[in-house]
């Protein structure tokens, strides 16, 4: 697996045309599942770990790579299946979420497929509220699972949702005016945090859990004029089922009636080519998750330069 990340380049075109590039992998038995690859640094084989005590029982053990110590996470015990056994023979996935570096331990990685976003769908109403599965994918008459790993980090890693006082005190809300936001995530977490964060603010927020979802509800608010005097700002994750935070923000822009809407990608990928697809696709801001501060003081700040246009 050297060669996961060696087509950075395609990687990036794929991503600005609703596709996207999944490793599979195994952790107990034959069911597969898959994790983005733009969303990984590396898979090795799992190195000698260093046991932290008092950890959570999901981590087990921290391995140094090159110097920087991360901690590895049993992705099955994290699911709520048994621990892997014999280490030595697994793999650890390394990558990047909400800007932390971790490792995710599985039993054996597989290979990597190239699909499109409308492929991806939500997981059945079956999986329940509390599944840990984000979308769901069929590869040769098998299903294949993709779990919410931003749940997985906010159990283990924990969750802090809290706007601090310097921030709301920088840039007052005007009370006069009503702000309404657009938030859209597949992840209930990842949904659940902005929600949390807004609500801090004093910003009315409606949700959609996915680009699909979110481009309707646009629709039928353009049926009543201009979609931003409706709603201040749309705030969108990139990887969703049936269509991604890329595609929907070229979608809107050619939409009569969505033109003007303000749009922010608000997602957990790495890499240096956010800021440029931000531009090729039309929207108006990148902001990495999470960090509650961060958040906050982007959208008080993109308020704060409506209302002067107001």
Same mark, same amino acid.
């Given at each position: *697996?050297? /060669?996961?990340?060696?087509?950075?380049?395609?990687?990036?075109?794929?991503? %600005?045309?609703?596709? $996207? &590039?999944? @490793?599979?992998?195994?952790?107990?038995?034959?069911?597969?599942?898959?994790?983005?690859?733009?969303?990984?640094?590396?898979?090795?084989?799992?190195?000698?770990?260093?046991?932290?005590?008092?950890?959570?029982?999901?981590?087990?053990?921290?391995?140094? *790579?090159? /110097?920087?110590?991360?901690?590895?996470?049993?992705?099955?015990?994290?699911? %709520?299946?048994?621990? $892997? &056994?014999? @280490?030595?023979?697994?793999?650890?996935?390394?990558?990047?979420?909400?800007?932390?570096?971790?490792?995710?331990?599985?039993?054996?990685?597989?290979?990597?497929?190239?699909?499109?976003?409308?492929?991806?769908?939500?997981?059945?109403?079956?999986?329940?509220?509390?599944?840990?599965?984000?979308?769901?994918?069929?590869?040769?008459?098998?299903?294949?699972?993709?779990?919410?790993?931003?749940?997985?980090?906010?159990?283990?890693?924990?969750?802090?949702?809290?706007?601090?006082?310097?921030?709301?005190?920088?840039?007052?809300?005007?009370?006069?005016?009503?702000?309404?936001?657009?938030?859209?995530?597949?992840?209930?977490?990842?949904?659940?945090?902005?929600?949390?964060?807004?609500?801090?603010?004093?910003?009315?927020?409606?949700?959609?859990?996915?680009?699909?979802?979110?481009?309707?509800?646009?629709?039928?608010?353009?049926?009543?004029?201009?979609?931003?005097?409706?709603?201040?700002?749309?705030?969108?994750?990139?990887?969703?089922?049936?269509?991604?935070?890329?595609?929907?923000?070229?979608?809107?822009?050619?939409?009569?009636?969505?033109?003007?809407?303000?749009?922010?990608?608000?997602?957990?990928?790495?890499?240096?080519?956010?800021?440029?697809?931000?531009?090729?696709?039309?929207?108006?801001?990148?902001?990495?998750?999470?960090?509650?501060?961060?958040?906050?003081?982007?959208?008080?700040?993109?308020?704060?330069?409506?209302?002067?246009?107001?």
């Amino acid at each position: *697996m050297a /060669g996961v990340l060696d087509s950075v380049d395609q990687r990036t075109r794929l991503a %600005g045309e609703n596709r $996207l &590039e999944l @490793l599979l992998f195994h952790l107990r038995g034959r069911q597969q599942f898959g994790i983005n690859v733009f969303k990984i640094k590396e898979v090795i084989q799992c190195p000698p770990l260093t046991e932290l005590p008092e950890s959570h029982s999901v981590v087990r053990g921290v391995a140094n *790579m090159r /110097g920087i110590t991360i901690p590895i996470l049993d992705l099955g015990m994290a699911i %709520g299946r048994r621990p $892997l &056994e014999n @280490l030595d023979e697994s793999y650890i996935i390394v990558s990047e979420f909400n800007r932390k570096v971790q490792g995710f331990l599985v039993s054996c990685v597989d290979r990597i497929i190239n699909l499109n976003w409308e492929e991806i769908h939500p997981p059945p109403v079956s999986a329940g509220k509390n599944t840990y599965l984000t979308a769901v994918t069929r590869v040769d008459d098998a299903m294949i699972e993709i779990i919410d790993v931003e749940k997985i980090l906010a159990e283990v890693i924990g969750d802090e949702v809290l706007v601090s006082s310097e921030v709301l005190g920088q840039h007052p809300i005007d009370g006069q005016r009503k702000h309404k936001i657009l938030v859209a995530d597949d992840s209930s977490v990842a949904r659940k945090q902005i929600v949390r964060t807004l609500e801090q603010l004093g910003v009315e927020y409606i949700t959609a859990n996915d680009g699909a979802e979110a481009y309707k509800m646009l629709t039928d608010m353009a049926k009543n004029g201009p979609v931003s005097e409706q709603i201040d700002m749309l705030i969108s994750d990139v990887e969703m089922p049936e269509m991604d935070g890329y595609t929907l923000s070229k979608t809107i822009r050619k939409t009569p009636g969505m033109e003007g809407l303000y749009i922010v990608l608000h997602t957990s990928l790495s890499g240096g080519f956010n800021e440029e697809m931000v531009k090729s696709v039309g929207a108006n801001k990148f902001i990495s998750k999470f960090s509650a501060d961060d958040l906050a003081n982007n959208v008080l700040e993109i308020l704060k330069i409506d209302r002067v246009k107001q």
